[in-house]
Each structure stands twice: as structure tokens, then as C-alpha cells.
């Protein structure tokens, strides 16, 4: 299956003029206009790229998010790009290896979360790639994202995640978030698709290779690297024709992701998983 079906297909949305002012080369030319809340947003010192942090949240639960209570069980994940540690990446030599990964390890960082002693959070103990997995309780939430998040703008990225976000705003924090960047309607304009991706289909059509699926701290972590490689896609398609699109963001987001790719990092290494049969599969 082709992603990108045909040249009249995929929708701009919102999304993609957020995006191209987020990481500095939006246009004039922009067929939806960019939220006030994103235009906003202040630079950093000496780029055009905006002074936020990207939180990529996942939430899964087999009892609902419409109520919350003690005895559910959940497990929360949550990784979190840095654009003033991005910026980083600009000046690292190609060649520096070593610098190259202790930078993106501090610019990307992912967390989970679990809440109840269950075989269902003990599953996603086992089945997180990213470090490991810290018990908390419900009332923990809000303090524990407050602290990631350190008083900084954010941008909170999701896949498709309205239920996510029903949960979420318990806590306050789709409220507080400078904007929300659904990679779902982001992808459907720079892939040129007619329909949603799941985060599985997503991931195929961009060539990153991933393991252990349905494990929140995974999800978020892969949404987010997701969203990194369609911001490269759009600024490559850009590229010829918006004197804006920085071929240093390209070189560095491709960085990221060749640093955490597997093989690179045996912390990120496995294999890809692929859906049955190609079909999507249920998020939760």
C-alpha cells in the first residue's frame, strides 16, 4: 500500500500550519491560519524554531476514561522532546558519535507510569523499552507531570487521543498545554491520505521500526518520534519552494532518529512489529 495515495488527497489542517510555525517554517501561504496560542509561543534566542516542549502523552486502561476512581488500573506514557536541546544538534559535528547520542538522549526523554498492582500494569512494567517503569499512585499525577514539565510551555502530542485527553483533564493537563498536536490529522495531509493511520500504520509508512506496541510508555515515545519524521517529510516536500525550511532542523530531527534507532542504542533495539495481515489494530 502506497503512503500517499494520490496528489488531491489528505487534508491541510491545523495541525500542519501549527507545526511548521512550531519548528520555525511556516509560510505565508498557509491554507488554515496558525492558532494564536502557537503564534505566540516565543522564540528561541537565534532561531525561528519555538522555545517549547513537546509531551507526547499516552493513557491505557481496560476500565474507561470517562470516570476515575482508586481501584483502576492504568498505565501512563509520557516522553518529552526539548527544542532548546535541539537546537544543540545544530552545532555537533555529523561525525561526533559520542556527542551526537548524549544529546539526543537529553533532548528525548520517556517515562511510565503505572497505577495499581495488577498483571495488567505488571504486562507494561515488563514490556517498556525505555527505561523502567515507576509505580505510583492516582493522587501522584498532576505532581509527578508538573515536574517534567517544569513550568515550561508545552506542546502535548497524541495519537488520536480523545479518550487520552478525557483523562487527562482531570489533572489539568490538556488545559495547561500551549496546544495539542494530534499526529493522527497531522499525518493526513503530509502522507496525502484519505483516511487515519493507527500509530502502527503510521510508524510503517515512515520507516521507524518499533516493538512492544500497547505499552503507553512505548506509545508516547513512538508517537512523538512519529511526529519528528513527518515534520521531515513536510519540510523536504517544502523545501524547494519556502526559503524558511532550515536544512539544519532536517539534518538534526534524521539524527534523532538514526541515534535511536535499533542498532544504535541497545536500549532500542528489537524488531518491528507488524499488524495482522496489515490491517490496523486497536489502539487500546
Known amino acids: 500500500m502506497s503512503s500517499a495515495p494520490g496528489p488531491h488527497t489528505g487534508i491541510f489542517r491545523e495541525e500542519n500550519a501549527a507545526l ?23 522564540k528561541l534566542e537565534s532561531s525561528t524554531i519555538k522555545d517549547v516542549l513537546f509531551v507526547s502523552v ?21 516522553t518529552i522532546l526539548d527544542t532548546r536541546r535541539l537546537i544543540d544538534l545544530y552545532n555537533t559535528s555529523t561525525t561526533d558519535t559520542w556527542n ?32 523502567a517503569s515507576e509505580a505510583i499512585d492516582l493522587s501522584d499525577i498532576q505532581a509527578k507531570f508538573g515536574t517534567l514539565v517544569a513550568q515550561r510551555r508545552y506542546v502535548l502530542v497524541v495519537h488520536g487521543g480523545n479518550e487520552d485527553a478525557k483523562f487527562l483533564e482531570n489533572f489539568g493537563i490538556v488545559s495547561s498545554a500551549a496546544y495539542i498536536m494530534d499526529t493522527v490529522k497531522a499525518a493526513q495531509f503530509i502522507l496525502r491520505l484519505h483516511y487515519r493511520y493507527s500509530l502502527e500504520r503510521l510508524l510503517e509508512a515512515l520507516q521507524i521500526e518499533y ?44 539524527r534523532i532518529e538514526q541515534t535511536l534507532a535499533p542498532g544504535a542504542d541497545s536500549s532500542t533495539s528489537g524488531t518491528t512489529q507488524v499488524s495482522h495481515h496489515g490491517h490496523q489494530v486497536p489502539r487500546h
Open 20 to 42: 511548521r510555525c512550531l519548528f520555525g517554517y511556516a509560510g505565508n501561504d498557509l491554507e488554515r491560519p496558525i492558532p494564536e496560542v502557537v503564534l505566540h509561543c516565543p
Open 211 to 254: 516493538r512492544n506496541l500497547h505499552a503507553a510508555g512505548n506509545d508516547a515515545h513512538y508517537a512523538l518520534r512519529a511526529l519528528l519524521m513527518l515534520t521531515v517529510k513536510d519540510a523536504e516536500q517544502q523545501r524547494s519552494t519556502n526559503s524558511l525550511v532550515d536544512d539544519r532542523l532536517i539534518r538534526c530531527l534524521k
Open 100 to 131: 551526537t547520542e548524549r544529546i539526543v538522549k537529553s533532548t528525548i526523554k520517556s517515562y511510565q507510569y503505572t497505577i495499581g498492582r495488577h498483571r495488567y500494569t505488571q504486562r507494561a512494567d515488563r514490556r517498556f523499552s525505555f527505561g
Open 58 to 78: 499516552d493513557v491505557d486502561t481496560f476500565q474507561g476514561y470517562e470516570k476515575i476512581s482508586e481501584g483502576q488500573k492504568y498505565h501512563i506514557g509520557v
